[in-house]
């Protein structure tokens, strides 16, 4: 048998198999942001292996209207109880189709805040529902991500989970 410190490059790549798609997938309390789950499903059905990082993402309350009833810690506690619920309820598909799946909660600026974490985790894409034409909120956030133009790509996902055109 040969020394495995001395393996090569395809040797290496024949072992481990392809590198996985690292999607992420940003979530919100409407169905249609959940149009990535039956993507990524589709997609390690291809023989693509994928991972999958669900965010919750909320910017900050700092409207003093709602600070003077409220302080910031109960806010939190607010968001990220909706936070579990909406995440444990969108990873329940991608964990039964055997798709390793990680949840996270973040109180920031959502531009700016997925963007990072697709960064940091190094995620190969960005997954967003296509935006109905009167989703205005929706198709902000899609054409300020795009605008930012940073090296993730953005996939948009129709209704029945297929990459719109």
């Given amino acids: 048998m040969g020394n495995p410190a001395h393996a090569t490059p395809a040797g290496e790549q024949a072992r481990s198999g392809p590198a996985p798609q690292r999607l992420l997938i940003p979530i919100d309390a409407t ?19 994928v991972e999958v990082c669900l965010l919750y993402i909320v910017a900050p309350v700092r409207d003093w209207e709602v600070l003077r009833f409220r302080t910031e810690q109960e ?10 619920r909406f995440l444990a309820e969108a990873s329940a598909p991608l964990k039964a189709a055997g798709i390793p799946c990680k949840a996270c909660f973040r109180e920031q600026e959502p531009v700016f805040g997925i963007l990072d974490l697709a960064e940091q985790l190094e995620c190969t894409a960005i997954v967003l529902p296509r935006p109905d034409w009167l989703d205005f909120r929706s198709s ?8 930012a133009r940073r090296p993730t790509p953005v996939i948009l996902v129709a209704a029945d989970g297929s990459v719109a055109q």
């Avoid at 169905?31 to 292996?49: D, F, H, K, T």
């Avoid at 806010?75 to 579990?84: G, L, P």
């Avoid at 902000?140 to 605008?147: N, T």
């Fill in 75 to 84: 806010i939190h506690r607010h968001f990220q109880s909706r936070a579990e």
């Fill in 31 to 49: 169905e249609a942001s959940r149009r990535g789950v039956p993507y990524a499903i589709a997609l390690a059905r291809q023989v693509e292996p």
């Fill in 140 to 147: 902000g956030l899609v054409r300020r991500l795009k605008r």
